[in-house]
């Protein structure tokens, strides 16, 4: 039945399904129980939280027993930058090195699997923008820590990071797309950054095999922007690999890099831009010129008007005229407020 829910109600409703540690999950439930409308018809849900809560509360301090309180805050990352891409995939398969390569996030590199053990963040430069990019402990059905799932889930989009050195690289991705599905991820081919950066052909629905049909009026299974990144390109055997592997997975991009070489690593910033789906507006003043510096990251498909919101919410409130330079213009061509934006439009707002 309706029970009226509060924008308060379904403020904390989302900050508890983007919470990442038992305690940003609990303390969104107390703020959720603390919001509800108490009437007869919220009652069931009042319980339903209460019950939530106490089951956290005993998760938060068996935890605490294991581990030690001290590990607690580290598996969260302060989310910065244009967006954040999760770097996912089997051991050693050269994913530390490749955000050692690409930022300057201080990254431990080894031999050895399981060397990463908690998220490491590491900003990203590309042109104008910064994205960050989150290096994780490897994909592996037993010995993966229970946290890593929702890790990846809190992403804006992934990069499945598969190491063209390994004989097994295809029985690697296929447990890797496995292990997502079984934790309900789904990929989408991640869209190129720039269009002459379009690698291999996709299109075709083998690994990591088709997502769920969507139903009609229910919301399918969230789906994260993905990208194939084959690793070690230097090594013997890669090219043939990646052949096998273009031919296994031909529903998400490849891009082949290597870390040791630095092969293809400015293609890897623009595509960790490209994931996100986001284009880049410029704000001028009446007579000035634009910032060009400082651009503000909103999704692709954005309306004058929703970039009016991100600029300042009085913009938006009382937005009057709106201007528009760019390719799909004439200088300073007037604009209605449902205009869709492209990357690098230039916009002018008067209230
Ligand atoms: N030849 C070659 N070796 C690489 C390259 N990138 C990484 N390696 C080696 O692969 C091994 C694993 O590298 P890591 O970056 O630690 O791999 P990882 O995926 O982070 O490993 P885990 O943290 O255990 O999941 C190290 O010995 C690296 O030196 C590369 O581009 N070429
Ligand atoms: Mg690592």
Same mark, same amino acid.
């Given at each position: #039945?309706p !029970?009226?829910?509060t924008p308060a109600?379904r403020?904390a409703?989302?900050?508890y399904?983007e919470?990442?540690?038992y305690e940003?999950k609990?303390a969104a439930?107390?703020?959720m129980l603390a919001?509800? +409308?108490k ?6 849900m009042?319980?339903d939280?209460?019950?939530r809560i106490?089951?956290?509360?005993d998760q938060?301090?068996q935890?605490g027993?294991k581990?030690?309180a001290?590990?607690? $805050?580290s598996y ?9 891409? $999760?770097?996912?995939g089997p $051991?050693?398969?050269?994913k530390?090195?490749?955000l050692? !390569?690409?930022?300057?996030?201080d990254v431990?590199?080894g031999e050895? +699997?399981f060397?990463t ?5 590491g900003m990203?430069?590309w /042109?104008?923008?910064q994205?960050?990019?989150v290096?994780l402990?490897?994909?592996d059905? /037993?010995?993966?820590p ?9 992403a804006?989009a992934?990069?499945v990071v598969l ?5 097994d690289?295809?029985q /690697?991705?296929e447990?890797?797309?496995?292990l997502l599905?079984?934790h309900?991820?789904?990929?989408t ?6 269009p002459d950066?379009?690698p291999?052909?996709?299109g ?6 088709p ?8 919301p399918?299974?969230?789906r ?5 990144v084959a690793?070690?390109l230097?090594?013997?055997? =890669?090219t043939?690999?990646?052949?096998l592997?273009?031919?296994a997975c031909?529903?998400?991009p ?8 630095g092969?293809?690593?400015d293609d890897?910033? =623009? ?5 996100l789906d986001?284009i880049?507006?410029y704000?001028? =003043? +009446?007579?000035k010129?634009a910032d060009m510096? $400082?651009p503000?990251?909103i999704?692709?498909?954005s309306?004058?008007l /929703?970039?009016?919101a991100?600029?300042h919410k ?5 937005l ?6 760019g390719?799909r213009?004439?200088?300073g ?6 205009y869709v934006?492209?990357?690098?439009d230039i916009?002018?707002l008067? #209230?």
């Amino acid at each position: #039945m309706p !029970a009226n829910l509060t924008p308060a109600y379904r403020a904390a409703e989302e900050r508890y399904r983007e919470a990442r540690t038992y305690e940003e999950k609990l303390a969104a439930l107390e703020e959720m129980l603390a919001v509800i +409308p108490k009437h007869k018809g919220t009652e069931k849900m009042q319980g339903d939280l209460r019950r939530r809560i106490s089951r956290l509360k005993d998760q938060i301090s068996q935890q605490g027993r294991k581990s030690g309180a001290r590990h607690k $805050a580290s598996y969260s990352v302060r989310r910065e930058g244009a967006g954040q891409v $999760a770097l996912v995939g089997p $051991a050693n398969s050269g994913k530390s090195s490749l955000l050692a !390569a690409v930022s300057n996030a201080d990254v431990e590199i080894g031999e050895y +699997p399981f060397t990463t053990q908690t998220p490491q963040p590491g900003m990203v430069r590309w /042109e104008n923008v910064q994205v960050q990019v989150v290096d994780l402990p490897p994909f592996d059905p /037993e010995l993966s820590p229970p946290w890593l799932s929702g890790s990846v889930r809190s992403a804006d989009a992934l990069t499945v990071v598969l190491s063209l050195a390994s004989d097994d690289i295809l029985q /690697e991705a296929e447990e890797t797309f496995a292990l997502l599905q079984r934790h309900h991820i789904w990929l989408t081919p991640g869209r190129p950054p720039v269009p002459d950066l379009d690698p291999t052909a996709w299109g075709g629905e083998s690994l990591p095999g088709p997502a769920p049909p969507r139903e009609e009026g229910v919301p399918g299974p969230r789906r994260w922007p993905g990208l194939i990144v084959a690793s070690k390109l230097d090594a013997s055997g =890669a090219t043939d690999r990646l052949g096998l592997l273009a031919e296994a997975c031909p529903a998400l991009p490849i891009l082949a890099v290597s870390a040791k070489e630095g092969w293809g690593l400015d293609d890897l910033r =623009a595509w960790f831009f490209g994931l996100l789906d986001k284009i880049r507006v410029y704000t001028k =003043a +009446p007579g000035k010129k634009a910032d060009m510096s $400082a651009p503000f990251v909103i999704p692709r498909g954005s309306t004058v008007l /929703e970039a009016a919101a991100a600029v300042h919410k009085d913009f938006a409130r009382h937005l009057k005229l709106a201007k528009v330079w760019g390719r799909r213009t004439f200088e300073g061509q007037a604009v209605s407020r449902d205009y869709v934006l492209e990357d690098g439009d230039i916009i002018e707002l008067r #209230m």
